[in-house]
């Protein structure tokens, strides 16, 4: 059979191999790409076998003895271009060796998964980091931890305080009464007038003025007998202060003594000190001029309010009388004849009703200063 595509006479060509018609393959980093053509492979046949010519119009036999045409070298020609293969080659990867990563602060990402025939090797995407609370948001939440901690703290105050047991108000008053001496402006505490109306003797009305106020101090003044009656109670301090009758015939001094002493110590000692005990020094009055006196232990503050009446003029009396027996109606004692029982028992009566409204009242905040110390007559004790 006459090939169509060589005309006839010439020298065939050598039995050429089938052409390779494998993918090349794809060069990987650092390595050489493989060459695309190896030529015409030799025939490794036995010479004595028979074969066909190519381009030959008669199969014409070979001569054993003659040489062979294919064992001489001949140039190579390029055979016939392969067909284009319509599908496209497919990449094999090869895995490239490890490589170090390096040494990072952060988590260590997740190994890349190996290659595989069906395409190229995608990576697995990194779990997402934790959301890390913005500043906005961590000062909100330590403002409600702060909140949450106050109104804890508020409940559990709260709930004491209702626990707690309330403080009766005639115990306040008591304890507030203790503190007037040094927290009560002195015209809270002695009035600057006295008025005593159906006070005197046969129901005569009665009106007293403040001369002086003596400074405060302890309770040393009072004398060596009263020191020793106080002495279970005690004495905080001793407020004193005359005052004189607006027909200047009497004068009267009065004091009151401040305690530490609870209200049943004083209920033991009140019967002592307005029955059994003498009458006080007073202020500005001699021992001798003392006509009568007076004394109220306060059951509702811890205070002992006393009062001693004298003539004004300077007489003296040889034995004072208290109060009640000088008020009485058979009296016949200067001091009864005087009505000085009712002047002592007047004054001491009024300064014990102003003591308990001062108790009584809220606290007030006075700024008129005390009035300035009067010179006494008889001198100061």
């Not at 390029?78 to 490239?96: E, F, I, K, N, S």
């Not at 025939?117 to 609370?133: C, I």
């Not at 108000?169 to 007037?180: G, S, T």
């Not at 004193?240 to 530490?260: E, N, W």
């Amino acid at each position: 059979m006459t090939n169509p595509e060589r005309p006839p006479g010439r020298t065939p060509l050598p039995e050429q191999a089938p052409a390779d018609r494998s993918i090349p393959r794809a060069a990987l980093p650092g390595q050489a790409p493989a060459p695309a053509d190896r030529g015409p492979v030799p025939s490794d046949r036995p010479a004595g076998g028979t074969r066909t010519g190519i381009g030959s119009g008669t199969g014409t036999a070979v001569d054993p003895t003659a040489p062979s045409p294919s064992s001489a070298p001949a140039p190579a020609v390029p055979g016939p271009a392969a067909p284009a293969d319509p599908l496209p080659p497919r990449a094999t990867a090869t895995p490239a060796p490890p490589t170090p990563a390096p040494e990072t602060a952060g988590p260590t990402p997740a190994a890349a998964p190996p290659a595989t025939d069906e395409g190229p090797a995608v990576a697995a995407p990194l779990p997402a980091p934790p959301p890390t609370p913005s500043r906005r948001l961590r000062v909100a939440r330590a403002g409600c931890w702060v909140l949450g901690a106050a109104l804890l703290a508020g409940a559990a105050a709260a709930g004491w305080e209702r626990r707690a047991p309330a403080v009766p108000a005639a115990e306040a008053q008591y304890r507030r009464a203790a503190a007037l001496w040094r927290e009560e402006p002195v015209d809270g505490l002695f009035p600057p007038e006295l008025i005593g109306q159906g006070a005197g003797p046969g129901g005569a009305d009665r009106r007293w003025i403040r001369t002086a106020v003596a400074p405060d101090g302890p309770c040393t003044p009072l004398g060596p007998v009263w020191t020793a009656a106080l002495a279970p109670a005690g004495c905080t301090r001793l407020l004193r202060a005359s005052y004189t009758d607006t027909t200047r015939s009497s004068t009267v001094s009065v004091g009151l003594v401040f305690t530490p002493a609870e209200p049943a110590t004083l209920a033991a000692l009140a019967p002592r000190l307005e029955t059994e005990a003498p009458p006080p020094a007073a202020y500005g009055v001699p021992d001798a001029r003392r006509a009568s006196w007076a004394v109220s232990v306060l059951p509702d503050a811890p205070v002992v309010v006393y009062a001693v009446s004298a003539f004004a003029d300077g007489r003296t009396v040889d034995r004072p009388r208290p109060a009640a027996s000088a008020m009485s109606a058979g009296d016949t004692s200067p001091a009864g004849q005087a009505g000085l029982g009712h002047e002592a028992r007047a004054v001491a009566d009024r300064l014990e009703r102003a003591l308990r409204r001062t108790v009584a009242e809220p606290p007030t905040t006075r700024t008129d200063p005390a009035p300035p110390l009067a010179p006494v007559p008889g001198g100061d004790r």
